[in-house]
């Protein structure tokens, strides 16, 4: 055989291992109809439930409604692409999204494509978006702390780690603000923090990345943005995405943070969906399942057991109320799911009180179990003197006389609420939320006014740092210190009182 003969066969013979006849011979479907980010298909009876799915123009899409007449389909990359009569053909994998520690600090659409100016993400592996919750045995109890850097919430709602907390309130009340907040309170190598965008704009994802690395927080956080002009499949898979990368932390033995920014507009999504494949409608034209697939989610927020590991995931899912009403629908069914809810009110948002938490109507169903000792001490009455001050302000302003007592009562409370405002990106240690809590209730304030407060609560910090500092130690931790601590930090406080301004700065 001569040599270009040869080299010919050889070439042939790679031609040849290199076809694969199973890969054309995949059984083939046809676009029939195209809607708003759905698609229905013939010709793909062997398709499996949520299976993706490759048309030829090169868009994706994810098998959702399997009928006897065809398949329905979502449609996720590239949506416009897609047209009336042209071939798709089942991939045989369910949606999955990158996960590990390249994730942090990235930005990514569900399916795991980058959205901001960084390179192809490399992940240590790649999980199913739809993943079962653990079941019973493999959790255990919500005892440990999660910092949130907010004294209203670690004094009055504390959350645990594996806890699912719901913040919810009106529009433009500040719940995107107040989860951020608790986003750079975590520290980066204790916990992991997922954030997920759903069907807001672009610019609105930007401002969220641009905050986090204001705050020196991007880089242990993951972003995955499902932005409002994004298909409605892809918003609808945003928030299973988020679980999915942050149960790869948990399944380490690490804990996790994972922020569902909304709820609502997810539901929003999924019934957009489910009327566009010809669903039957339920209560607010909702599909009867939408119940279902929240719990499901929120769910695969748990604390596994020591022998699985320990880790934990902690949800923090957002909802929208319109009114202060919270008995609509989708707000009534995520607060019989989660394990408490953060209610923002919008009164207290026009009085310029951040964040905006009412706490009276606000719980934690985990309580003190999850509070550190030494805050669970200093706010064990917090609750009821902010429900009792708040009653005799309304009586105040009608303008019945009060006695010394009544008016002590309300400066104190008027101070506590001052003590309770905290500005953006500002988290506070246990430290000073324990010494802030006990300078009301020891009475180390006297006679200041509610606006000199904060100024001798942080020289208080200040100086308790600086010559306490085993104390102060103890309190950063949560531990409970010796007794007598307080009087320690009372020979304090006059010193510290030399640093409150005389008039407002």
């Known amino acids: 055989m001569t040599g270009k003969a040869h080299r010919l066969a050889s070439a042939l013979a790679t031609a040849v291992a290199t076809v694969s006849l199973a890969e054309q011979l995949r059984p083939r ?58 071939g798709v053909v089942g991939l045989g994998r369910l949606p999955e999204v990158p996960v590990g520690a390249a994730t942090l600090g990235r930005v990514m659409d569900p399916l795991g494509h980058p959205l901001d100016e960084g390179p192809p993400i490399a992940p240590a592996e790649r999980l199913p978006l739809f993943r079962p919750a653990p079941e019973i045995p493999e959790r255990r109890n919500v005892d440990t702390p999660l910092a949130t850097g907010v004294l209203a919430i670690d004094a009055a709602i504390p ?48 401002e969220i990345r641009s ?8 880089g242990n956080t993951a972003l995955i943005a499902a932005q409002a002009a994004a298909s409605p499949g892809l918003q609808y898979l945003a928030p299973y995405a988020g679980a999915s990368v942050a149960e790869w932390f948990r399944e380490r033995g690490q804990d996790a943070l994972v922020v569902y920014d909304d709820l609502t507009k997810h539901a929003d999504a999924y019934r957009e969906l489910a009327l566009l494949l010809d669903r039957p409608p339920g209560r607010e034209a909702y599909p009867g399942d939408i119940f279902h697939i929240h719990a499901e989610l929120l769910e695969r927020a748990a604390v596994l057991a020591q022998d699985r590991g320990g880790g934990s995931v902690t949800a923090l899912p957002l909802a929208e109320t ?49 509070q550190p000792p030494a805050l669970r001490a200093v706010a064990r009455n917090l609750r009821i003197q902010l429900a009792r001050f708040e009653s005799l302000e309304r009586l105040a302003r009608v303008g019945l006389d009060m006695d010394i007592a009544t008016r002590k009562s309300l400066a104190q409370g008027s101070t506590l609420r001052t003590l309770l405002r905290q500005g953006r990106m500002a988290p506070r240690g246990y430290a000073e939320q324990v010494l802030a809590l006990a ?24 100086l308790a740092r600086r010559e306490l500092p085993e104390l102060t130690a103890s309190l950063e931790k949560g531990q409970l210190p010796a007794t007598g ?4 930090v009372a020979d304090l406080v006059p010193r510290a009182r030399q640093a409150v301004p005389e008039a407002r700065p």
Request: no cysteine; aromatic share 6%.
């Open 322 to 370: 319109t009114d202060g009403d919270i008995s609509t629908y989708i707000p009534t069914n995520l607060i019989s799911i989660t394990d408490g809810q953060m209610y923002l009110d919008t009164g207290r948002w026009e009085r310029g009180q951040r964040p905006a938490i009412d706490i009276g109507r606000s719980v934690s169903r985990i309580g003190a179990k999850a």
């Open 211 to 218: 905050t986090l690395e204001r705050a020196g927080r991007l």
């Open 159 to 206: 959350i645990g780690r594996g806890q699912r907390e719901l913040i919810i309130g009106d529009r433009n009340v500040g719940k995107t603000s107040l989860a951020l907040d608790v986003v750079a309170a975590q520290v980066p190598g204790e916990v992991a923090a997922v954030y997920v965008v759903i069907g807001q704009p672009m610019s609105r994802v930007l």
């Open 439 to 462: 300078a009301v209730s020891e009475g180390w304030l006297g006679d200041l006014a509610p606006w000199q407060a904060p100024f001798l609560v942080a020289a208080l910090v200040e």
């Open 29 to 86: 479907g046809v676009v029939q109809r195209v809607g708003d980010g759905v698609a229905f298909i013939a010709g793909l009876p062997g398709v499996r439930y949520e299976e993706m799915l490759a048309f030829d123009a090169g868009g994706l899409g994810m098998a959702y409604d399997l009928g006897p007449e065809g398949v329905g389909a979502l449609l996720l990359a590239a949506p416009r692409q897609v047209r009336q009569g042209e």
């Open 485 to 488: 601590w307080p009087e320690a």
